[in-house]
């Protein structure tokens, strides 16, 4: 067992005041060490306390009893109450270790947080050359260093106008806007920024820019690159070693290209699987995170006084700070709310590493603590990053995070500079206003110049230490190896390397495998030769969604990769996509999973796979019927509720997310053509597998709830497998789903913004008055101040107002047939058209009472409005469209799952027959 890295100093401190004995105190480090060891392994720790509970002195009993209870809960045994969260929040804000405002102080970070030594030495030399350049800066040119735009929103001549000192391509952003650009296309928009921010025609500064890009697993945004497995295959892996390999061949793959920085790794630790980032995370433990910083750090960037930053290495950041895999009940950018000691111990044991590693950035995260956005978190960002662990590299912003934080718009927020943030991520067409408004804040005093020179310096310091003033044109450093270097066969066969040692074994009854080629197979299912679904989220577009097998040039589909190996064998393998076959297979090969997302869109209410449309079970119960052996090999994000699934399968096998080299699943599966292994499994779960669908979160060690499989489980053809026996597939009773969803009640409710649309454009309701080309909108009162919309159309064009999530919200809590739309309507003005409920799918004159004049409620059946298979990702819940001169008033617009006794409900057939 590796010894546990976690520091415990400040419980142990405490304890042993209670003992008031040193000797006892370094005692107890070791008994520490030893319980956090067990829990670890999954061990419960009841002979431990059994054995304090012998002991005869109460207050040594109560001591040692503490730190138990505080490793116990550190981990993240089990969910707080409601009553104990509220008393560790009252702790907080009494603890003596905060400020006037309630706010944790520098004591308290330096009783918790690390201070990590320096990876680089002194550089004196670079140090003065910073100041120099620093010194002939104007504020313009400052601030415009500060500044990020996207690819997408800016060009060459606005770099040589601005003189910006970073920029960068979001996922699905592409030169020229074309996804299948070639390397050239790449290079070329490199050098051209690179020249117009070396052009100091007009202002007498040259500072070569940054290109950053989101690289996550593998160089994913380029046609042609390979495609590692997602963190949560690496981290099945446990293998440090593979991680740096990985991040050292996606580093050469992403210069290749021209671009110097990238946007990883992800040191989330993911407390509960519902948060659709799931896989961008390593494991539920933090031990295994914090190596994988380290090495991916060093792989990537190289290592200090040795190839730091050398030909064919890149900038690394590490993301997100901090506490975004910890937010309440998985939602993404949510709220973490843990104590500050846990905030280190579990979600910060990866950047102490990584910036010991020597990582030159570190990106601020969506979420926030404790009520606090992170873009605005002075003591976190400030006092404990960069002051008490000596993070002397760049703060990056996500994107349009500092908009997130209160008192602030994606066009300005000194807010976010003021707390730590040095550059401001701004996509979309907010960077200029973002950049004028920031000008105008220094001058005026809102941010200090000694702010502004500190953010720069940090900028200056990484470029000079990365080389960017001594490389020239990005086209010029590349050498032809580089240059051949996406997609090199080499850098396959890591990945393909990397799919088996993901690969975890959760059942192997009858030990069907490995499975003889020579056989005649059947492969179905819908992931089978899906080189999409298997490499997920951040593949080519942001959502990993629009691609097929004709986008992955050089990559291999699981089916291609059995098909390969089967018939060199002898074997014959049938590709089906509804499982019929004409001539009885040996052996059916079932792959199934989840559907491609990122962040935001993979947000699940519970962990149930294809919940409300069993597809998959039903193919695999139909092979079971009819006596075929089946092998069942699952693509998800995260580990999920498939009992019945298992139950349908004589083996199973979790395989997360791949990525382009498919071919790593057959050499695990099968035999050699002479009958031998030819690879084992390796792979272990690094998350807790649920026995429920509502058992999230569930993380090791477990008390009271137990998991189906725990952390670290995964069969081998080594063992002899205990047949697994039938599980239960009764759904369990989930948590009440509240009785209604609220989308506009006296306002408009989160996640949800109210969005005015016409053909042409959309644009948020930021006031209380909005106008665009057919549409007024504004805030009128009905029961108390602005409760209400007041909507009129011009009738110039067809335009409507309508209430989205910039996220696809999973609805299906509202399935039932008695779950219900219900919202109130006053008519003001009629007209001769149609107005439509929700993209044409009603029109409301058929609900409506026209000649009426007060307000109405008006309830519609959910199916009315949605397919139901659509359920699962709603992005515009509500809307109203008219291209005719209505005026209505609109308020109280909820999803119910069923009718209050009052309301009286239409029928879908009612309003079609109509």
């Given at each position: 067992m590796k010894q546990f890295r976690w520091s415990h100093r400040l419980p142990q401190k405490r304890a042993a005041k209670q003992l008031g004995d040193v000797k006892k105190f370094q005692s107890m480090q070791k008994i520490t060490w030893a319980i956090k060891s067990s829990l670890s392994t999954n061990l419960l720790t009841v002979p431990l306390t059994t054995g304090i509970k012998k002991l005869k002195s109460k207050r040594v009993k109560q001591a040692l009893m503490g730190v138990i209870m505080t490793v116990v809960g550190i981990t993240g045994c089990q969910k707080p109450s409601d009553a104990s969260a509220d008393r560790a929040g009252e702790e907080m804000k009494n603890t003596p270790s905060t400020d006037q405002r309630g706010q944790p102080s520098l004591s308290s970070a330096a009783a918790i947080w690390p201070k990590v030594d320096a990876a680089l030495p002194p550089q004196p030399d670079i140090e003065a050359q910073v100041a120099a350049l620093l010194n002939k800066m104007s504020l313009e040119q400052k601030v415009a260093q500060m500044i990020q735009p996207e690819i997408r929103d800016f060009t060459p001549d606005d770099m040589r106008e601005y003189g910006f000192g970073s920029y960068l391509n979001g996922g699905g952003s592409f030169p020229n806007q074309n996804k299948h650009a070639a390397i050239e296309d790449w290079i070329q928009l490199a050098d051209d920024m690179y020249v117009a921010s070396m052009d100091a025609s007009k202002d007498g500064i040259a500072i070569p820019a940054l290109w950053g890009t989101d690289a996550v697993h593998g160089h994913t945004n380029v046609i042609g690159a390979t495609i590692f497995p997602h963190n949560i295959g690496l981290g099945a892996a446990n293998n440090p070693e593979l991680v740096k390999q990985i991040a050292q061949l996606t580093a050469q793959e992403v210069a290749a290209t021209g671009i110097d920085w990238v946007f990883a790794p992800t040191v989330a630790v993911a407390r509960d699987d519902r948060w659709g980032r799931s896989y961008e995370s390593y494991s539920e433990d933090p031990t295994r995170v914090a190596d994988y910083a380290e090495a991916f750090v060093k792989g990537m960037q190289g290592e200090p006084e040795k190839d730091f930053l050398s030909p064919g290495k890149t900038l690394a950041t590490l993301k997100h700070f901090i506490g975004d895999g910890?937010?309440?009940?998985?939602?993404?950018?949510?709220?973490?709310?843990?104590?500050?000691?846990?905030?280190?111990?579990?979600?910060?044991?990866?950047?102490?590493?990584?910036?010991?590693?020597?990582?030159?950035?570190?990106?601020?995260?969506?979420?926030?603590?404790?009520?606090?956005?992170?873009?605005?978190?002075?003591?976190?960002?400030?006092?404990?990053?960069?002051?008490?662990?000596?993070?002397?590299g760049v703060v990056v912003g996500d994107?349009?995070?500092?908009?997130?934080?209160?008192?602030?718009?994606?066009?300005?927020?000194?807010?976010?500079?003021?707390?730590?943030?040095?550059?401001?991520?701004?996509?979309?067409?907010?960077?200029?206003?973002?950049?004028?408004?920031?000008?105008?804040?220094?001058?005026?005093?809102?941010?200090?110049?000694?702010?502004?020179?500190?953010?720069?310096?940090?900028?200056?310091?990484?470029?000079?230490?990365?080389?960017?003033?001594?490389?020239?044109?990005?086209?010029?450093?590349?050498?032809?190896?580089?240059?051949?270097?996406?997609?090199?066969?080499?850098?396959?066969?890591?990945?393909r390397d990397a799919v088996r040692q993901s690969l975890v074994l959760l059942k192997n009854n009858r030990k069907i495998l490995p499975l003889h080629p020579k056989q005649t197979f059947l492969l179905t299912g819908a992931a089978a030769d899906n080189i999409g679904q298997q490499s997920g989220g951040w593949t080519i577009t942001w959502q990993g969604t629009g691609n097929n097998n004709q986008d992955f040039p050089g990559a291999t589909s699981i089916y291609q990769g059995l098909r390969t190996q089967i018939e060199q064998a002898g074997g014959k393998i049938f590709l089906s996509d509804d499982g019929s076959f004409q001539h009885r297979p040996d052996v059916a090969i079932v792959v199934f999973g989840e559907q491609p997302y990122a962040e935001g869109n993979g947000d699940i209410s519970n962990l149930e796979f294809e919940r409300g449309n069993k597809r998959s079970w039903r193919l695999l119960k139909k092979f079971k019927a009819e006596g075929i052996p089946t092998v069942s090999v699952f693509l998800s994000g995260r580990p999920m509720w498939v009992n019945p699934e298992l139950n349908q399968s004589d083996a199973f096998v979790a395989a997360w997310l791949p990525g382009s080299e498919g071919e790593g699943i057959a050499d695990v599966l099968l035999q050699s053509s002479q009958g031998e292994v030819q690879f084992d499994f390796v792979g272990k779960l690094p998350f807790s597998w649920p026995r429920a669908a509502d058992q999230a979160p569930l993380n090791a060690p477990y008390i009271g709830q137990q998991p189906l499989f725990p952390l670290g489980f995964g069969l081998s053809y080594q063992q002899e497998p205990k047949p697994l026996a039938v599980l239960s597939e009764q759904r369990p009773d989930l948590p009440q789903q509240p009785p209604s969803k609220p989308i506009f009640q006296r306002s408009v409710q989160p996640p949800f913004r109210t969005m005015l649309a016409n053909d042409k454009e959309i644009v948020e309701l930021v006031s209380n008055s909005q106008s665009i080309a057919g549409l007024q909108v504004r805030t009128v009162d009905r029961l108390v101040q602005e409760d209400a919309l007041a909507v009129a159309w011009t009738g110039t064009q067809s335009a409507g107002i309508e209430f989205s999530s910039p996220f696809t919200e999973d609805l299906r809590d509202w399935s039932s047939s008695a779950a219900i739309m219900s919202f109130d309507l006053r008519l003001l003005s009629s007209a001769d058209g149609p107005l439509w409920l929700n993209d044409h799918a009603l029109d409301l004159r058929q609900l409506v009472q026209l000649d009426h004049s007060q307000w109405q409620t008006i309830a519609v059946p959910l199916g009315c409005l949605f397919v139901p298979d659509h359920l699962s990702a709603v992005a515009k819940v509500f809307s109203i469209r008219a291209e005719h001169p209505w005026q209505v008033q609109l308020a109280n617009v909820v999803i119910q799952s069923q009718p209050l006794p009052e309301q009286r409900v239409v029928s879908c057939e009612s309003i079609k027959d109509e």
């Amino acid at each position: 067992m590796k010894q546990f890295r976690w520091s415990h100093r400040l419980p142990q401190k405490r304890a042993a005041k209670q003992l008031g004995d040193v000797k006892k105190f370094q005692s107890m480090q070791k008994i520490t060490w030893a319980i956090k060891s067990s829990l670890s392994t999954n061990l419960l720790t009841v002979p431990l306390t059994t054995g304090i509970k012998k002991l005869k002195s109460k207050r040594v009993k109560q001591a040692l009893m503490g730190v138990i209870m505080t490793v116990v809960g550190i981990t993240g045994c089990q969910k707080p109450s409601d009553a104990s969260a509220d008393r560790a929040g009252e702790e907080m804000k009494n603890t003596p270790s905060t400020d006037q405002r309630g706010q944790p102080s520098l004591s308290s970070a330096a009783a918790i947080w690390p201070k990590v030594d320096a990876a680089l030495p002194p550089q004196p030399d670079i140090e003065a050359q910073v100041a120099a350049l620093l010194n002939k800066m104007s504020l313009e040119q400052k601030v415009a260093q500060m500044i990020q735009p996207e690819i997408r929103d800016f060009t060459p001549d606005d770099m040589r106008e601005y003189g910006f000192g970073s920029y960068l391509n979001g996922g699905g952003s592409f030169p020229n806007q074309n996804k299948h650009a070639a390397i050239e296309d790449w290079i070329q928009l490199a050098d051209d920024m690179y020249v117009a921010s070396m052009d100091a025609s007009k202002d007498g500064i040259a500072i070569p820019a940054l290109w950053g890009t989101d690289a996550v697993h593998g160089h994913t945004n380029v046609i042609g690159a390979t495609i590692f497995p997602h963190n949560i295959g690496l981290g099945a892996a446990n293998n440090p070693e593979l991680v740096k390999q990985i991040a050292q061949l996606t580093a050469q793959e992403v210069a290749a290209t021209g671009i110097d920085w990238v946007f990883a790794p992800t040191v989330a630790v993911a407390r509960d699987d519902r948060w659709g980032r799931s896989y961008e995370s390593y494991s539920e433990d933090p031990t295994r995170v914090a190596d994988y910083a380290e090495a991916f750090v060093k792989g990537m960037q190289g290592e200090p006084e040795k190839d730091f930053l050398s030909p064919g290495k890149t900038l690394a950041t590490l993301k997100h700070f901090i506490g975004d895999g910890g937010t309440e009940q998985g939602d993404d950018q949510g709220d973490t709310i843990v104590e500050e000691d846990a905030l280190f111990q579990i979600h910060g044991q990866g950047y102490a590493r990584g910036i010991g590693a020597g990582a030159q950035f570190v990106m601020a995260s969506f979420n926030s603590w404790q009520g606090r956005k992170l873009h605005g978190h002075h003591y976190l960002l400030q006092q404990v990053l960069k002051d008490r662990m000596g993070f002397d590299g760049v703060v990056v912003g996500d994107w349009n995070g500092h908009g997130q934080v209160a008192g602030c718009s994606n066009e300005s927020c000194p807010q976010a500079i003021n707390a730590g943030v040095d550059i401001l991520m701004a996509p979309g067409q907010s960077w200029k206003a973002l950049y004028y408004n920031t000008i105008e804040q220094v001058q005026r005093g809102d941010i200090s110049m000694q702010r502004i020179d500190d953010a720069v310096s940090r900028i200056l310091r990484v470029k000079f230490r990365a080389g960017l003033f001594q490389r020239g044109k990005p086209s010029e450093a590349l050498t032809r190896y580089q240059l051949n270097s996406l997609g090199d066969a080499k850098h396959r066969a890591v990945a393909r390397d990397a799919v088996r040692q993901s690969l975890v074994l959760l059942k192997n009854n009858r030990k069907i495998l490995p499975l003889h080629p020579k056989q005649t197979f059947l492969l179905t299912g819908a992931a089978a030769d899906n080189i999409g679904q298997q490499s997920g989220g951040w593949t080519i577009t942001w959502q990993g969604t629009g691609n097929n097998n004709q986008d992955f040039p050089g990559a291999t589909s699981i089916y291609q990769g059995l098909r390969t190996q089967i018939e060199q064998a002898g074997g014959k393998i049938f590709l089906s996509d509804d499982g019929s076959f004409q001539h009885r297979p040996d052996v059916a090969i079932v792959v199934f999973g989840e559907q491609p997302y990122a962040e935001g869109n993979g947000d699940i209410s519970n962990l149930e796979f294809e919940r409300g449309n069993k597809r998959s079970w039903r193919l695999l119960k139909k092979f079971k019927a009819e006596g075929i052996p089946t092998v069942s090999v699952f693509l998800s994000g995260r580990p999920m509720w498939v009992n019945p699934e298992l139950n349908q399968s004589d083996a199973f096998v979790a395989a997360w997310l791949p990525g382009s080299e498919g071919e790593g699943i057959a050499d695990v599966l099968l035999q050699s053509s002479q009958g031998e292994v030819q690879f084992d499994f390796v792979g272990k779960l690094p998350f807790s597998w649920p026995r429920a669908a509502d058992q999230a979160p569930l993380n090791a060690p477990y008390i009271g709830q137990q998991p189906l499989f725990p952390l670290g489980f995964g069969l081998s053809y080594q063992q002899e497998p205990k047949p697994l026996a039938v599980l239960s597939e009764q759904r369990p009773d989930l948590p009440q789903q509240p009785p209604s969803k609220p989308i506009f009640q006296r306002s408009v409710q989160p996640p949800f913004r109210t969005m005015l649309a016409n053909d042409k454009e959309i644009v948020e309701l930021v006031s209380n008055s909005q106008s665009i080309a057919g549409l007024q909108v504004r805030t009128v009162d009905r029961l108390v101040q602005e409760d209400a919309l007041a909507v009129a159309w011009t009738g110039t064009q067809s335009a409507g107002i309508e209430f989205s999530s910039p996220f696809t919200e999973d609805l299906r809590d509202w399935s039932s047939s008695a779950a219900i739309m219900s919202f109130d309507l006053r008519l003001l003005s009629s007209a001769d058209g149609p107005l439509w409920l929700n993209d044409h799918a009603l029109d409301l004159r058929q609900l409506v009472q026209l000649d009426h004049s007060q307000w109405q409620t008006i309830a519609v059946p959910l199916g009315c409005l949605f397919v139901p298979d659509h359920l699962s990702a709603v992005a515009k819940v509500f809307s109203i469209r008219a291209e005719h001169p209505w005026q209505v008033q609109l308020a109280n617009v909820v999803i119910q799952s069923q009718p209050l006794p009052e309301q009286r409900v239409v029928s879908c057939e009612s309003i079609k027959d109509e």
